[in-house]
């Protein structure tokens, strides 16, 4: 019976590949190809079985993460898209709640919607808020935007009405009328894609799925088709921005919900060595090559929201980008990685990202024709890396083309040595993401006191007891694998699949039968998707509802027992809504009534235990010494150089130093003392004798 277990995440700028099997753990990092992002999955799945000595078939189950429905947003790169929309309302997308990011900006630029104003169509039809037909749907009106649609050559259509979300049946019949005379035409409902109140959301969202969906369909079938000719008959799945799993053919309808895939497999990974570790509270950073993404794991789960932003235009900037309403794992997202680069702006100051060297060409160091400095030259240039063991030792990095670049483009302007310059660079990023966990953790409500920082990625390590420093932190976690951290993270995920509805309700008028009604057809209609890649796995599931006073804008997550509800429950709901709001706000507002405004359930496999990988048995390798400029202290020391495989359980190593390995080095700054814990991993302390 085949068992080995193999996990795929492509990145901006690495593709990396995890296998298990036996209680082995397979590693490989491979350049993306972003032409083609299936050549780099399948030259990686290749070069890992190769490495493992396992054939396609001893494959039991793949699993895959992507942020190319990300990137087609944000590049404009999706298909062309139109929307059909009840009459009145085609300036929704460009509308959208007439907030603004920047108040006092008179030259505010807001983020174009998806879809032209030239295609957004609209038919007669009106519904009203409890999804009674206030006007039925003009079906000859329908049939007439066909020839617009065949025109303009519209490869995707988003179906966006009022009130979709409580009576679907209009919508539907527009996919029918369109399926009769536009045969193989992509079809997005927005009481499918995202079946919640709020219209710019809404229509925001399926125009987001309408938009990526044939790009999507095809690379997902095309790279079905590349595994299954290179012999693999396993099955494939691939990770959802909520941190579940779920088979390709949900993943071709719904595409939106893939955008954070990769950063979720991050984030389960990071609360998995947090339950490993008995870890309650967690800081997940994960840098990689050309994005940090961070976030809070309390209780061994991550931070979860249905709101996300993608293609912002004003840099960090909330309100800034197109609005999905989709389940994510919540975190912050900054454009600061290995492939980030440095200019000096126009007020003489260094500025790092959030552009990316990406792939191709990559940081000057990589030799592949780039000319411009990215982080991964400053590091070298400032000798944090063991260039002998990047990329596990596939890539020779230039460090002499790394120094011109940064004379070019950061010293020179600034009267800088080249390794100051590399200094300036280092320093800025790493404040950039502790600054964005600082506001991220405010924005939660919460505060990275006392906890500890899990990181991971190739660049997370590197840089992690700086950015710990700056964020008070005293200790840090470096588990194994940690530079292809994200693609474990996918073997650790459930097959999962989360149904948000809307049902307004008010407590004092709460309608227990009509709110049980509603939460089983959602558990149904969840549950058939999970059963799809379950086969026959036990399944758990949990409730929650989004409330808020009456008047209030903004809701928040409140769990509901996962069963059906009585009246007796409605009393604890609400006193749970006021212990909530109160951790949130310091208070609740007495007197005032609640409001429910929707619901979601999350079904989900009970994973079972894997064993992790034991400890590698030490090897003897010679430590060393290298040169290396603090970045806290400016000064340029010898710093002890030791190799991963060569710690033993117990074994610690005070810095300054760098344990190096095939996929990252951990920089050991002065104050901080590492040691391999008995999982192999490597705990860093501050201060510790």
């Not at 490989?28 to 190809?33: A, D, P």
């Not at 990181?455 to 840090?476: N, Q």
């Not at 796995?537 to 808020?548: E, H, L, S």
């Not at 117990?650 to 814990?677: C, F, H, K, Q, Y």
Request: proline share 6%; net charge negative; hydrophobic share 45%.
């Amino acid at each position: 019976m085949p068992s080995a277990r193999l996990a795929v995440d492509i990145g901006g700028t690495f593709t990396d590949l995890v296998l298990e099997h036996e209680g082995q753990r397979t590693t490989v990092k491979v350049l993306t190809t972003p032409d083609a992002p299936e050549r780099a999955v399948l030259k990686g799945a290749a070069r890992i079985l190769r490495a493992a000595g396992l054939a396609a078939h001893d494959i039991a189950i793949v699993i895959h993460g992507t942020t190319l429905a990300t990137n087609a947003i944000i590049e404009r790169k999706g298909a062309h898209t139109a929307l059909i929309t009840t009459e009145g309302f085609r300036d929704v997308l460009a509308l959208g709640n007439e907030s603004r990011y920047d108040q006092y900006d008179l030259n505010i630029v807001l983020p174009a919607p998806l879809v032209p104003r030239a295609l957004r169509l609209t038919v007669p039809e009106r519904l009203d808020n409890e999804g009674h037909v206030l006007r039925a749907l003009d079906e000859d009106a329908v049939r007439a935007v066909v020839p617009v649609l065949r025109r303009e050559g519209v490869e995707s259509v988003a179906v966006g009405f009022l009130h979709a979300f409580v009576n679907p049946m209009h919508e539907r019949r527009v996919r029918d009328i369109l399926a009769e005379e536009l045969p193989g035409l992509a079809v997005s409902l927005s009481s499918e894609v995202s079946p919640e109140m709020r219209e710019w959301e809404r229509f925001s969202t399926t125009a987001a799925n309408a938009y990526v969906q044939p790009l999507m369909a095809r690379y997902l079938r095309g790279l079905e088709r590349g595994l299954r000719e290179s012999g693999l008959v396993a099955p494939i799945f691939l990770m959802l921005s909520g941190g579940g799993l779920t088979t390709i053919e949900t993943a071709c309808r719904f595409p939106i919900r893939l955008v954070e895939s990769g950063p979720a497999g991050g984030a389960i990974f990071s609360a998995d060595i947090a339950r490993q570790c008995g870890l309650a509270n967690v800081l997940s950073f994960d840098m990689g090559g050309t994005t940090a993404k961070i976030c809070l794991i309390d209780d061994f789960r991550p931070q979860t929201a249905r709101n996300f932003e993608v293609a912002r235009v004003g840099r960090f900037r909330r309100g800034s980008g197109l609005p999905l309403r989709i389940p994510v794992i919540e975190m912050v997202e900054i454009g600061a990685g290995g492939g980030s680069l440095a200019h000096v702006d126009s007020m003489g100051r260094i500025a790092v990202g959030p552009e990316s060297a990406g792939a191709d060409p990559g940081p000057a160091c990589y030799g592949r024709g780039g000319t411009k400095p990215a982080v991964t030259d400053a590091n070298l240039v400032l000798g944090r890396y063991d260039s002998s063991r990047f990329a596990g030792g596939t890539m020779k990095l230039d460090s002499a083309a790394a120094e011109r670049a940064l004379q070019s483009d950061v010293a020179t302007p600034l009267a800088l040595s080249a390794d100051l310059a590399a200094l300036g660079v280092i320093e800025m990023i790493d404040e950039n993401m502790a600054n964005a966990a600082r506001v991220h953790a405010i924005e939660s409500a919460k505060t990275t006191e006392g906890r500890t920082l899990i990181a991971f990625g190739g660049g997370g390590p590197v840089h992690a007891c700086r950015v710990a420093e700056k964020l008070g932190i005293g200790r840090v976690l470096v588990p194994s694998g940690a530079g292809v951290g994200s693609a474990i993270g996918f073997l650790r995920a459930p097959v999962g699949y989360e149904v948000v509805r809307s049902l307004y309700q008010r407590f004092l008028t709460f309608n227990v039968a009509a709110v049980n009604e509603l939460l089983d057809d959602m558990l149904a209609e969840a549950a058939a998707v999970v059963a799809e890649g379950s086969f026959g796995a036990p399944i758990t599931q949990r409730r929650i509802a989004y409330m808020r006073y009456v008047g209030q804008g903004h809701e928040i997550p409140v769990p509901l027992p996962a069963r059906r509800l009585e009246q007796a429950d409605v009393a604890a709901i609400r006193a749970a809504y006021d212990a909530e709001y109160s951790r949130f706000y310091d208070r609740p507002v007495p007197g005032s009534d609640v409001e429910i405004m929707s619901y979601a359930v999350l079904v989900a496999t009970v994973p079972e235990p894997w064993p992790e990988a034991p400890p590698a048995a030490p090897r003897a390798a010679p430590a060393r010494t290298q040169a290396v400029r603090d970045t806290a202290t400016g000064e340029v020391t010898d710093w002890l150089l030791v190799d991963r495989v060569a710690l033993m359980a117990g074994e610690a190593v005070r810095g300054p130093a760098i344990i190096a390995e095939d996929e990252t080095s951990t920089l050991i700054g002065p104050g901080w003392t590492a040691s391999m814990n008995a999982l192999g991993y490597i705990d860093l302390v501050w201060g510790a004798a």
